[in-house]
């Protein structure tokens, strides 16, 4: 199952912007919802995570500042970012594992959705 990702875009800093991520198919259930990011020059790094129990880890350069949540009933994670730093611009990927169906597994990516945070 491919995940589609949406909502970025270019923002002052300071901003907000709301991604979504969904999967392109049915699935049966998750277990976790993650957002990483890339920027330039740099390694991929954890954003957010989100388990299908509703725990939430963030990196400590979003805390109070980002929230991911999830949509249950669209299975669609979204990440809230407010208060836009420039050092935010990246490209923002999410990522998510579950099953497709009973003893089905899957594990995907989406496409990546860049944001960038500039005056």
């Known amino acids: 199952v491919q995940l589609q990702a949406s909502g970025g875009g270019l923002v002052q800093p300071g901003g907000s912007l709301r991604l979504s991520c969904a999967p392109s198919g049915t699935i049966l259930s998750w277990n976790a919802m993650n957002w990483y990011r890339q920027a330039p020059g740099k390694e991929r790094e954890l954003v957010a995570r989100?388990?299908?129990?509703?725990?939430?880890n963030y990196a400590d350069s979003v805390k109070g500042r980002f929230t991911i949540s999830t949509d249950n009933a669209k299975n669609t994670v979204y990440l809230q970012m407010n208060s836009l730093k420039p050092e935010d611009t990246a490209v923002y990927y999410c990522?998510?594992?579950?099953?497709?169906?009973?003893?089905?597994?899957?594990?995907?990516w989406g496409q990546g959705t860049l944001v960038t945070v500039s005056s």
């Open positions: 989100i388990s299908s129990g509703g725990s939430t």
């Open positions: 990522n998510a594992d579950g099953k497709l169906r009973v003893g089905v597994p899957f594990y995907s």
